[in-house]
């Protein structure tokens, strides 16, 4: 049985859609990826970041924000969902934020 479904396995095709799934992360709004080219969560106006979210740049996350929630998230499912890394990459509900929080690793 085990044989069968190796492959079965080793002759299908990956669909367009896994690219997007696997770059996506629990409490987007929407898949990754799927926004303007080359702009992150960080970027956008939904996700929620606190002044006092930075990480060290000699840290082990070399200076990324702390991960943070999405608004747009919440308002679809009325659910605070999982935080969301700052290199995340945009998703369709993408809105550009006029005043976008800082990097320290650019």
Wanted: glycine letters at 8%.
């Amino acid at each position: 049985m085990s044989l069968l479904k190796e492959s079965i396995q080793d002759h299908l095709t990956a669909s367009p859609v896994d690219a997007f799934a696997r770059a996506s992360f629990p409490g987007m709004a929407h898949f990754a990826g799927t926004g303007p080219h080359l702009k992150t969560c960080r970027e956008c106006i939904f996700w929620e970041h606190g002044p006092h979210d930075y990480r060290a740049k000699s840290g082990k996350h070399r200076g990324l924000i702390e991960p943070a929630t999405c608004r747009k998230y919440r308002a679809i499912t009325m659910q605070v969902g999982s935080k969301v890394p700052d290199d995340a990459g945009a998703c369709k509900y993408f809105d550009e934020n006029p005043s976008v929080p800082e990097r320290f690793s650019k």
